[in-house]
């Protein structure tokens, strides 16, 4: 045979085993591409002014290229350790290191480099539907056009080219590493011997359930004040979190995960049936030497889910954050821009509702039951604004009750009125036992009349005056009343908003609206979830791609005892079976893990970046679920594969 034969007969052989390796490669080359793109495209150019996007996909290319450039090197070792046995049989038919060496070069450059084309044609393609997400995500009114920019194309074969020349290194290093004997048993050596489970692994597995257990308990307590008083001991106490959970999630998986499997064979006395055979024997015994990298996939799984629900909560809340910062549907500070605006809509028809609210500020005195409320308070002191019941629709209160409103979800967290014994202005205490104090969402001022997540005080009419009559003159602003309109007319709306914008107002701070500040919130979250979407996708394939590529060379290594299990009676179906079981097991740990991670991560913090968290969340953790288990489908279809060639 000659070597073009041999060449093109490896080609035709490894196209079908590495068919998800190709796929990836592709995948990833087509979305680097479309990135790239993006930077030099003429739309992205207009639109980059509101949603910034230059800056922010350059630093996505090169993140995306970094998860690229590890999953390939990674796989290329996984897979050049499986082909040692054929390394070896070429040096005993005759040809020496160079001559292999040049064979794997020009199989891995016609496999690599087609795929590499054949991805850059894909990312030509991806491109308009890339570009016509980036501008729905944001609401940026642009025309997605299909357009070939040379910069991209050679900076992506520059990238790539790269990328392949460290794995011909490590392909030649490798080589030349191994004499002929090592090469024969590389691919037969297990990677953790079987032997008795020791102390130090019980030890180790317990440790791991603290760690991570520590790690939760102190991030649910990271805003209850009894953590830290100052924005240093609460970096220093997220980084005990952080630290805790990595380590005891490498824990989880050196010692933990076989510490519970232990206990369970040895429940079972060591009678194990053929499921138990093919999944718990063998995971107690290999997942032990994945731990660092089931650790990795572990923790930036949890980053990536965390990082998108985040996102997700903030542009999901983003028509409730706009419906609480503003009050109304347009929102003033000055009489005569409100007189201005008015008279716009009467000359154009358009039916609306107008609001009159005067504010008064003043300072609130709670006692101690609130340790967090330092973030938003001088001492023990509140700065909120106070408005008349009488001046807000629906709303009756009794004489001395107060109606607590508006505020965000950080000072709901925060300031947890619940707790609060007495409430005094200007030193007259109200007491709860005899005045109600009351909490609820709805917004009755714009943001621009608040102290940053304070809430807006409700009051009875004659407290109001009381408050007037008693004003503190440094805590009054030259803007003392807020003038609203609403649009009922969701057509008359868009006209009115169109009409607010080209009116030019004069007074600070400026006039609010409502449409306009949902653009705006939908704009400078949209870009991150864009970014962080298409990154937690691919570092989703490339990592459930590793985990299946770990599972083929564990499914060769173990061929051999499928042999022997079918020659002492059981069928394929009863090995199938059981392999179902250990692939539940090798993806759902590391799966179930990262869900709990960036679960307890987004429940310490979410109210920073929204008012709504399961919906989001759960939508976010669905898709990723989903996703990640086809890997798992894709694991059992090549171990039928291997079990039907064993028998």
């Known amino acids: 045979m000659t070597v073009s034969r041999l060449i093109f007969q490896n080609l035709k052989k490894n196209i079908t085993n590495y068919y998800l390796y190709v796929f990836a490669l592709v995948f990833s080359v087509a979305l680097y591409f479309s990135f790239v793109t993006l930077q030099y495209d003429p739309s992205m150019d207009q639109a980059s002014g509101s949603v910034r996007g230059e800056a922010g996909i350059r630093v996505a290319s090169i993140l995306l290229f970094a998860i690229v450039a590890i999953f390939l090197l990674y796989a290329n070792r996984l897979f050049i350790k499986r082909r040692s046995r054929e390394i070896g049989l070429f040096q005993l038919i005759g040809m020496n290191k160079n001559r292999i060496f040049r064979v794997l070069l020009f199989e891995n450059s016609v496999i690599y480099f087609t795929s590499v084309l054949i991805g850059i044609l894909a990312g030509l393609l991806m491109t308009r539907f890339v570009m016509l997400v980036l501008f729905y995500v944001t609401g940026v009114d642009e025309v997605a056009s299909l357009s070939f920019a040379p910069q991209a194309f050679r900076q992506s074969l520059i990238v790539f080219s790269s990328v392949f020349l460290l794995i011909l290194i490590g392909n030649y290093v490798f080589i030349k590493k191994h004499t002929l004997l090592k090469l024969f048993q590389v691919e037969g050596s297990t990677e953790n011997k079987a032997k008795r489970f020791s102390f130090i692994e019980a030890l180790i597995g317990l440790v791991g359930f603290f760690l991570i257990g520590l790690g939760y308990y102190v991030s649910q307590l990271l805003f209850d004040g009894t953590l830290f008083e100052s924005g240093t001991n609460l970096m220093v106490v997220m980084l005990l979190i952080l630290t805790s959970v990595i380590l005891g999630t490498y824990c989880f998986f050196k010692g933990s995960i076989g510490f519970i499997l232990n206990i369970v064979r040895k429940r079972l006395s060591g009678y194990l049936n053929i499921k138990q055979v093919m999944s718990l024997a063998s995971i107690m015994f290999r997942i032990k030497s994945n731990a660092l990298l089931l650790t990795i996939i572990t923790t930036v799984s949890a980053l990536a889910i965390g990082l998108l629900s985040l996102s997700y909560i903030t542009y999901y809340s983003a028509d409730q954050t706009a419906q609480n910062n503003v009050a109304a549907d347009f929102a003033f500070t000055s009489q005569s821009s409100a007189e201005q605006f ?48 009488a001046e807000v629709d629906d709303v009756s209160l009794a004489e001395g009750a107060i ?10 967290v925060i300031l947890n009125f619940e707790n609060v014994e007495t409430i005094s202005w200007f030193g007259q205490e109200i007491d709860n036992s005899e005045q109600s104090v009351s909490v609820e969402s709805d917004s009755y001022l714009p943001y621009t009349m608040t102290r940053f997540g304070a809430p807006v005080a409700i009051v009875h009419d004659d407290t109001f005056q009381l408050l007037a009559d008693n004003l503190d003159p440094s805590l009054q602003r030259e803007a003392n009343t807020f003038y609203g309109f609403t649009v009922a007319n969701s057509e008359e709306l868009n006209i009115a908003n169109e009409l607010f914008n080209k009116e030019i107002f004069e007074d600070t701070p400026g006039p609010l609206s409502r449409l306009n500040l949902r653009q705006e919130q939908r704009e400078a979250t949209g870009l991150a979830m864009f970014i962080v979407g298409f990154l937690g996708l691919t570092f989703l394939i490339t990592s459930g791609c590793i985990l299946y590529f770990k599972q083929m060379d564990e499914s060769e290594s173990e061929k051999g005892n499928y042999t022997i299990l079918r020659k002492i009676g059981y069928t394929e179906q009863d090995l199938t079976e059981g392999i179902k079981v250990k692939q539940l097991y090798n993806f759902g740990f590391p799966l179930l893990l990262g869900l709990s991670h960036s679960f307890f991560a987004v429940q310490s913090g979410w109210f920073f970046f929204g008012s709504e968290m399961w919906t989001p969340m759960l939508i976010v953790m669905g898709i990723y679920t989903m996703l990640y288990s086809l890997f798992g ?12 060639r064993a028998l």
């Open 403 to 412: 109606l607590f409103s508006g505020m965000d979800p950080i000072a709901e």
């Open 342 to 389: 008015e008279q716009t809509l009467i000359d154009q028809g358009i039916t609306y509702q107008q609001i009159s609210r005067q504010v008064i500020y003043a300072e609130v005195e709670i006692d101690e039951e609130m340790p967090n409320a330092s973030l938003l308070m001088n001492e023990s002191r509140l700065e909120v604004a106070a408005i008349s019941s």
């Open 633 to 644: 489908l894709l694991s059992v279809g090549y171990y039928k594969q291997v079990i039907r």
